[in-house]
C-alpha cells in the first residue's frame, strides 16, 4: 500500500510552548489529508480534515486556533498544537490517500507535555 | 455514516481461522466496508474493504451478507503478530474528503 510518514515519532515538550508535526505522503499526491487524536485505551477520534491549499475543516469541540493546521503542498500537511498543555497529551496520527477509495495512516506522534 | 457494531474483544488460536464480525444494518448503497488494525502504539493498516462482492487479498478475506447488513473479516491462518484492535468502518465511496469513523473496534489477542 501507499505510505504515510510522520515527523517526529514522538516529542516532550513544556507546558505552553508550541509544537508541529508533519505528515508527508511519500509516493502519491493528497489533496486531503486527515488528522486524528487518540487517547490512552480509547479509539481514534477525528480531529480535522486538511485541505490542500484551502483552510482545514474542524470536528466539533476541536479548536481551530489551538490546533493549527496548514497543507501547503499535495504531499505536507502540518499540525501546530499551539500552547500546549498536559491535556494535550496523545497520540496524534495522519492519514491519506492515493484516490477516494483508499485511505493509508502515518505510524502516529505521541505527544507529551510536561 | 452508518454505526457499526463489534465484539469488544475475542481470543482465538495461532494457526487457526479467526472470524471477525460486524454488522452494519443501517448501512446505504454507496456506503463500502473497511477494515484496519491497529498494533499498540501504531497507526491503523489497512486491511481490506468491499462494497457487496466478497473481496480477499493477501491478508485477509472479507465476507458481506447479500443484505449487506453484516460482514465478516476472516484471518485464515492466525498468528501472534495478529494480535490487534480490528475495526470495522463504513465510508462513503468516492470522494477524497470522505473520513473515516471509527468506533471500539475488537480487540483480537491471539493466543499459542
Known amino acids: 500500500g501507499a505510505v504515510v510518514s510522520q515527523h517526529p515519532s514522538r516529542v516532550i515538550c513544556k507546558s505552553g510552548t508550541s509544537v508541529k508535526i508533519e505528515c508527508r505522503s511519500l509516493?502519491?499526491?493528497?489533496?486531503?489529508m486527515f488528522w486524528y487524536r487518540q487517547f490512552p485505551k480509547q479509539s481514534l477520534m477525528l480531529m480535522a480534515t486538511?485541505?490542500?491549499?484551502?483552510?482545514?475543516?474542524?470536528e466539533q469541540g476541536v479548536e481551530k486556533d489551538k490546533f493549527l493546521i496548514n497543507h501547503a503542498s499535495l504531499t505536507l500537511s502540518t499540525l501546530t498544537v499551539t500552547s500546549a498543555h498536559p491535556e494535550d497529551s496523545s497520540f496524534y496520527i495522519c492519514?491519506?490517500?492515493?484516490?477516494?477509495?483508499?485511505?493509508?495512516f502515518g505510524p502516529g506522534t505521541r505527544l507529551t507535555v510536561t | 455514516d452508518a454505526k457499526t457494531t463489534q465484539p469488544t474483544s475475542m481470543d482465538c488460536a495461532e494457526g487457526r481461522a479467526a472470524n471477525l464480525p460486524c454488522n452494519h444494518s443501517?448501512?446505504?448503497?454507496?456506503?463500502?466496508v473497511y477494515w484496519y488494525r491497529q498494533i499498540h502504539s501504531q497507526g491503523p493498516q489497512y486491511i481490506i474493504h468491499g462494497l457487496k462482492n466478497n473481496e480477499t487479498n493477501e491478508m485477509a478475506s472479507l465476507i458481506i451478507t447479500e443484505d449487506r447488513k453484516s460482514s465478516t473479516l476472516i484471518l485464515p491462518h492466525a498468528t501472534l503478530r495478529d494480535t490487534a484492535v480490528y475495526y470495522c468502518?463504513?465510508?462513503?465511496?468516492?470522494?477524497?474528503?470522505?473520513?473515516?469513523?471509527f468506533g471500539g473496534g475488537t480487540r483480537v489477542l491471539v493466543k499459542p
Open positions: 486538511s485541505n490542500e491549499g484551502s483552510k482545514a475543516t474542524y
Open positions: 492519514s491519506a490517500g492515493p484516490s477516494s477509495y483508499e485511505q493509508y
Open positions: 509516493d502519491f499526491q493528497a489533496t486531503t
Open positions: 443501517t448501512i446505504s448503497g454507496n456506503e463500502y
Open positions: 468502518i463504513v465510508r462513503v465511496g468516492g470522494a477524497a474528503g470522505n473520513k473515516l469513523t
